[in-house]
């Protein structure tokens, strides 16, 4: 007889991960369309601080601005976890967290043609790249709270440990908040030193 394939825990939580991925990366696709088809200075809370510093006297303004853009999307991401249906808003915070990498990348381009492609590549991706795990983490941190609930709310059944279980998903978020700290200010320092390399 044939093996009959099924999910198993690893493989689902796999997929799901590939599947949170892949709602950001649609929304890189939106923000850089959205961007070349307009073609104006975006909303800061579009691109949300993914472009890089003008000068040495912005980085202050450009670490606090990106800092409080991420902080307030893991807030947001938090919350979000603690509603039975918090799972679609999730998805929504992830295409929007992509469509501001996106216009970023876009509205450099749009500026410098392919003279953007070096700061892009050396800047804005990997602070893309690091802020985006982040935010799929979180996301996925949300869904898995945000099901128990849905679980709760349609059977009745409060699950095992949910003073635990609560505590362990504040301690995550309380991580990831760390970490974005930490990035922030790694991609802060960095973009001093592009600057210098570049004069």
Do not use: H
Not at 72 to 88: D, E, H, R, Y
């Amino acid at each position: 007889m044939k093996n009959i394939s099924t999910f198993t825990p690893d493989k689902s939580r796999r997929i799901q991960f590939l599947l949170l991925i892949s709602a950001l990366v649609a929304g890189v696709i939106l923000g850089s369309v959205r961007q070349a088809v307009d073609g104006r200075v975006a909303s800061p809370w579009l691109y949300q601080f993914f472009l890089p510093p003008t000068g040495s006297g912005d980085l202050r303004g450009y670490f606090m601005s990106t800092l409080v853009s991420s902080e307030v999307f893991l807030c947001a991401a938090f919350l979000s976890g603690l509603f039975t249906f918090g799972q679609p808003l999730g998805v929504l915070l992830l295409v929007y967290r992509g469509a501001g990498i996106g216009a970023a990348a876009a509205f450099m381009y749009s500026l410098t043609g392919a003279g953007a492609a070096v700061p892009v590549l050396l800047i804005v991706l990997p602070k893309a790249i690091a802020l985006g795990m982040i935010a799929v983490l979180a996301v996925r941190e949300l869904m898995r709270t945000s099901v128990s609930m849905l679980r709760f709310w349609l059977t009745g059944d409060a699950p095992e440990n949910a003073s635990r279980a609560f505590r362990l998903y504040c301690v995550k978020f309380a991580v990831l908040l760390l970490l974005s700290l930490i990035v922030t200010g790694a991609d802060t320092a960095w973009c001093a030193v592009f600057m210098k390399l570049r004069r």
